[in-house]
Structures are given as C-alpha cells and as structure tokens.
C-alpha cells in the first residue's frame, strides 16, 4: 500500500477523492481488470463507509461530472487524488489523449504546475517495474 495520509482526511474529501478516480476509471468508457483493480485498493485506502463504497460503485455506472468530483477536494486530497489519477489512467498500461487532457484539468484546478504529469507518470511506470521486478524476483527462487 502506498504511504499517504488519505485516511486522516475529512471524510468528505475522501468521499470526492473517491467519485475522482471513478471518474478517472471511466473516462474511455471501459472499465479493465486492471483499472477496477487498481480502483479498488485505492478505495480501500479511503476507509469510506461501506455506504459511501456503494455510492461510490455507483458512480462507477453512472459517472459524475470532473467538476462535481474536484468541487469536494482540499488541498492535500487533490494532491493525493491527482497522484492516484495518474495511476488510475496508468492502470490498463496505457495513457490516452482524454485521460491527459483531464489530468491537466486537474492540475490547473489545483494550481499546480503543469509540469507534475510527466513526473507522476514517470513514478508510476517506475512503480509498476519495482512491481514487476518483485514478481520476477518470486520465480527465480
């Protein structure tokens, strides 16, 4: 699990980081393997009551708009839901031209420097290495 302080936010924030990586999840309008995978550990991160989970499910089904989900985030949450994002977007191996236009409206939301994508994408694809290179480390014993 990644090291963040996601579960010391309000729960409203967790609540719209949530709705944030839904929307994320359905921006090509397929939902992979990978892409609920990755949905669902970073859902659980969140602690959100098994209520909120189900609502969030829904969205799922049902997105809401990219304002709606970024109007419920602070400072800190925005910051975590933008790095999960990219990780959302990263998920089925591949970044398109839409999942980036929205990243870059996330970033400009939060008045950050545009320059944050391609150093959250270059961390992920590290990530998934490191991932892989655990994996591979299994099958050499």
């Given amino acids: ?3 963040d302080t996601l579960h010391k936010l ?22 992979t393997v990978d892409e609920m995978a990755m949905f669902e550990q970073r859902l659980g991160t969140a602690l959100l009551s ?3 989970r189900d609502q969030i499910r829904s969205t ?3 997105p809401p708009s990219l304002e709606d989900c970024l ?13 999960d994002a990219v990780l959302m977007a990263a998920a089925d191996g591949t970044v398109d031209e839409d999942e980036r236009e929205v ?11 545009p320059e944050i994508i391609p150093l ?15 994996y591979d480390l299994l099958n050499q014993v």
């Fill in 1 to 3: 699990m990644l090291p």
């Fill in 10 to 31: 309000p729960p409203a924030e967790r609540f719209a980081y949530a709705k944030l990586l839904a929307y994320m999840a359905r921006i090509d309008n397929e939902l």
């Fill in 50 to 52: 098994p209520k909120q």
């Fill in 60 to 62: 799922l089904k049902h």
């Fill in 71 to 83: 109007d419920g985030l602070g400072e800190e949450s925005g910051r975590l839901a933008l790095r």
């Fill in 103 to 113: 990243l870059e409206l996330i970033v400009e939301h939060l008045d950050l420097n």
């Fill in 120 to 134: 959250l994408l270059e961390w992920t694809v590290e990530g998934y290495a490191w991932m892989r290179d655990g």
